[in-house]
């Protein structure tokens, strides 16, 4: 009996796809997007340097305890993201993303949002805009949301082995580091792209 994780890699993802697609969804282009959050703080990410071989390099580590969310989504096939920086995860924090993105859906379009499977994800007082239909993740399986990707590129290339001054600070790195991810449409293709979410 095949599981979801590999119901979503073969070719019955379009499948699941048109079971819970709204009627008014139907005939409409498709965009699949994928969706998750990232904590970026105080107690940041350390990561690899270039350095002489034999030296020991030094990496500033901060102790202190503010931090703020990335909240990210990405089309892969538009080349286009869709973000927010905010203080909390909650369905709230959620509800403002939907909105982002489905300002952010082609005009006409459909986007089906994969997301995993935290609270505030689906949550029943989630309020989702008419041009987005949820598609959870199969539990344990992070590897399926190339959002993850996102999150490693931008820590790799813009958010380890710093210390932030100030909360502001944060906020200021966070939304640099996000443009700086979603002004490069070959980028997000690159990293966000899966051959198994064809629909059709």
Known sequence: MPTQRHRLRSKNFASIVADILPEQAKGKPLEVWFQDEARVGQ?????????????????????????????????????????????????????????????????????????DGAGWHFAKALEVPDNITLLKLPPYAPELNPMGNVWAYLRANKLANSVFDSYADILNKCQDAWNFFANDPDCITSITSRNWITVS
């Open 43 to 115: 107690q940041g990410t350390l990561t690899r340097i270039w350095a002489r071989r034999g030296s020991r390099t030094r990496a500033p580590r901060d102790s202190r305890y503010k931090w703020s969310y990335i909240f990210g989504a990405a089309c892969p096939a538009r080349g286009t993201a869709a973000g927010l920086i905010l203080p909390y995860v909650n369905t709230e924090a959620m509800g403002l993303h939907l909105d982002e993105i489905a300002k952010a859906v082609a005009p006409g379009a459909h986007a089906l949002l994969i997301a």
